[in-house]
T-cell receptor, first 110, second 111 residues
Framework: NAGVTQTPKFQVLKTGQSMTLQCAQD?????MSWYRQDPGMGLRLIHY???????DQGEVPNGYNVSRSTTEDFPLRLLSAAPSQTSVYFC?????????FGQGTRLTVV | LAKTTQPISMDSYEGQEVNITCSHN???????ITWYQQFPSQGPRFIIQ???TKVTNEVASLFIPADRKSSTLSLPRVSLSDTAVYYC????????????FGDGTTLTVKP
């Protein structure tokens, strides 16, 4: 049982480049979320989805896009990377009681 | 969104019981209280969730008073491996878009 799988684990981007962070879950959860965590801080919600075809913004959505075409996948797209987006990104999949988090993607924008 | 307040850091010694209190004065009727643990370079991991009174599982207990404006996570007989950041969340059961992670409490367990 893989749970929540994020790829890649590490990524370095140049300012202005775009990329997609992948997230997949095998628990058949309807709810999925993307968070970012800056050094020494808690997690901040970027976008979330309550089911296939339904997404909504969290606290810090600017500069990011999401889509949910299937229950299993919830990719996060950075449209034009900026140094302020240097962070660790976590994807979560939520069941009725708890959220399961992936291992994170450490992104550096130079 | 219910805002939570936790101590920034706590120190303890191996074998002691640790209690971390979280304040959430604006908790709503439908909100649950959930605690997560995070180790460096890992995603948060669910510890325990409750709505009122006391909840206990194999790793922790959660105490919630009648007014639900605070909660206390109790870790019995901590070990060095319990050194981590602990987050208190308040929100609907899904957590998605309904609650936020504060800065958490950094617990350091010393030998």
């Amino acid at each position: 049982n893989a749970g929540v799988t994020q790829t890649p684990k590490f990524q370095v981007l140049k300012t202005g480049q775009s990329m997609t962070l992948q997230c997949a879950q095998d628990m058949n959860h309807e709810y999925m979320s993307w968070y970012r965590q800056d050094p020494g801080m808690g997690l901040r919600l970027i976008h979330y989805s309550v089911g296939a075809g339904i997404t909504d913004q969290g606290e810090v959505p600017n500069g990011y896009n999401v889509s949910r075409s299937t229950t299993e996948d919830f990719p996060l797209r950075l449209l034009s990377a900026a140094p302020s987006q240097t962070s660790v990104y976590f994807c979560a999949s939520s069941g009725r009681t708890e959220a399961f988090f992936g291992q994170g993607t450490r992104l550096t924008v130079v | 969104l219910a805002k939570t307040t936790q101590p920034i850091s706590m120190d303890s010694y191996e074998g002691q019981e640790v209690n971390i209190t979280c304040s959430h004065n604006n908790i709503a009727t439908n909100d649950y209280i959930t605690w997560y643990q995070q180790f460096p370079s890992q995603g948060p991991r669910f510890i325990i969730q409750g709505y009122k009174t006391k909840v206990t599982n194999e790793v922790a207990s959660l105490f919630i008073p009648a007014d639900r404006k605070s909660s206390t996570l109790s870790l019995p007989r901590v070990s060095l491996s319990d050194t981590a950041v602990y987050y208190c969340l308040v929100g609907e059961w899904t957590n998605a878009g309904k609650s936020t992670f504060g800065d958490g409490t950094t617990l350091t367990v010393k030998p």
